[in-house]
């Protein structure tokens, strides 16, 4: 039954991943924010933020973020999920948090948590811990969940 609850689950990261409209973003198509009180993230100064679905889906989810006021970007998530997973899961709890690599932010985790119907509470975590980007022109650029990485190697 895990098995079976973990490969639908996977399967839908697949398909937030290939959806071409992209409505799990947040823009203001797909979010209505709402500012909070100024608060701290990650060590940097941020501004909080209540974000509330516009679209009622399973990639979108209501709850709050934090922006990092340098670049304009969300550093991290939290919230449930704007719609049910499916029957036996219902909506989930998620935590997104993005980290900065060279110019862009890209997710660094994505932790879930459900009560799952016969199974209890049941949580998913994915860390995205090494990157290697090739942008169009230059080096790649590289993050590494340890203190060092290897130096990034020409294509």
């Given at each position: 039954m895990?098995?079976?609850?973990?490969?639908?689950?996977?399967d839908g990261e697949v398909q937030a991943a290939a959806r071409k409209d992209r409505d799990g973003n947040v823009n203001a198509m797909n979010?209505?924010?709402r500012l909070l009180p100024a608060g701290q993230a990650a060590g940097s100064a941020c501004r909080m933020v209540e974000l509330v679905a516009k679209k009622r889906t399973r990639f979108t989810f209501d709850g709050h973020g934090c922006v990092d006021m340098t670049d304009m970007a969300m550093v991290r998530m939290e919230g449930r999920t704007a719609k049910s997973l499916s029957f036996l899961v219902g909506r989930a709890y998620v935590?997104?948090?993005f980290r900065k690599v060279g110019d862009f932010w890209y997710s660094s985790l994505n932790h879930s948590t459900a009560?799952?119907?016969?199974l209890g509470k049941?949580?998913?975590i994915i860390k995205y811990?090494?990157?290697?980007?090739?942008?169009k022109s230059g080096l790649p650029v590289t993050a590494c969940a340890?203190?060092?990485c290897l130096p990034p190697?020409?294509?």
């Open positions: 895990r098995k079976k609850i973990l490969t639908k689950i996977l979010y209505e924010l935590i997104q948090e009560d799952v119907l016969f049941t949580e998913l811990l090494d990157y290697s980007i090739t942008p340890a203190k060092q190697v020409a294509p």
